[in-house]
């Protein structure tokens, strides 16, 4: 984006700072004037892109058109003029769940399951709408200001048709199924699936289950199949995951067959009384939670009760607990 013009107003928007910058385009917060509500504005220049990706563009812009679930980006608005095009949509205030985790380390598996929940009912929604999307990665996953997923990024969605094959190679290769790498055809939804099974491990794990430094080293890792499974993982999640990270695409599940795995409808505990005044019982994960949903950060809530700083933080803790 060249410097020299200053993007300022567009439509009823004022346009405030960059929060993402691509090849092809950049992406802005703005603030709509009348209803004062944030948006992103993803700002392309026509001439910057080549027919291929141009048409990406717009490919993209049609699949979100489809698209109206609540873990899902929303597209609020497109506006084109001759050189330039403004894709207008939902705003995820709290950025990508990778960020997330990379400041906050791995998740509790309850708070890892209400995220994959999320994620998989979005994908389930795109999958019945014969959309597959390709690039499902933790820097894909937004989230909004209550700490919902936002998915983003359908720039390598597609649509697919159950009894044909896709096979352009899509997406980030940590995330990417083995028969991509080994230049299959493949039907679709079985590579989101497979992307579903690193996430899920990212967000239990904070780290990735095929990773090397070189991407034929990488390939040798997925191909292999083989992957690390840490000691503070549980059964029922590593159980999960075994069954998404399947190298034949057949055999790898379906997500009807995730949704009823034992992991995913295990009860979170109830709120279980904390001990108290003794102090060393973990902080109850779902008062936690219910903190974040109102936008209170979970660091500073964990150090107010670690250290009994009997502060704001620790008194809206408590007072949910007794509630
Ligand atoms: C329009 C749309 C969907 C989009 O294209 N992006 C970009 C921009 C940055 C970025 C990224 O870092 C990862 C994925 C998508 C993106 C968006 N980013 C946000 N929030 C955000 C907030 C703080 C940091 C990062 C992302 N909300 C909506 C979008």
Request: proline share 4%; net charge positive; charged share 25%.
């Amino acid at each position: 984006m060249g410097d020299s013009y200053k993007l300022e107003k567009v439509g009823f928007y004022n346009i405030e700072r960059r929060i993402g910058k691509g090849n092809f385009a950049e992406v802005r917060l703005a603030r709509h004037r009348i209803t004062r509500t944030e948006v992103a504005i993803k700002v392309i220049e026509k001439r910057r892109l080549d027919a291929v990706n141009l048409h990406k563009v717009y490919r993209e812009v049609n699949i979100m058109k489809q698209l109206d679930h609540p873990h899902i980006i929303k597209l609020y608005q497109v506006m084109e003029s001759s050189d330039m095009i403004f894709i207008v949509s939902e705003y995820a205030s709290r950025g990508e769940i990778f960020d997330y985790i990379a400041k906050h380390g791995k998740m509790s598996e309850s708070a890892a399951r209400r995220k994959f929940w999320q994620i998989l009912s979005a994908i389930e929604y795109c999958h019945n709408r014969r959309i597959v999307h390709r690039d499902l990665k933790a820097e894909n996953l937004l989230l909004d200001s209550n700490m919902n997923i936002k998915i983003a990024d359908f720039g390598f969605s597609n649509y697919y048709n159950p009894n044909e094959c896709l096979s352009t190679w899509c997406g980030s290769p940590p995330y990417a199924a083995p028969e991509v790498f080994e230049g299959k055809k493949y039907v679709g939804p079985e590579i989101d699936i497979w992307s579903l099974g690193v996430v899920l491990y990212v967000l239990v794990c904070g780290a990735l289950p095929f990773d090397g430094p070189t991407l034929h080293i990488l390939r040798d890792r997925v191909l292999s199949g083989r992957f690390r499974i840490p000691y503070f993982m549980s059964t029922g999640c590593e159980s999960l995951i075994r069954k998404m990270l399947v190298l034949e695409p057949q055999k790898r599940y379906t997500i009807d067959q995730i949704k009823r795995h034992s992991w995913m409808v295990e009860e979170a505990p109830r709120l279980l009384p904390s001990t108290g005044g003794d102090g060393k019982a973990e902080p109850n994960e779902q008062i936690i939670q219910l903190m974040q949903n109102l936008g209170i950060d979970s660091g500073p809530i964990r150090e107010s009760l670690r250290y009994k700083y009997y502060d704001h933080y620790g008194a809206i803790y408590y007072l949910f607990l007794d509630y």
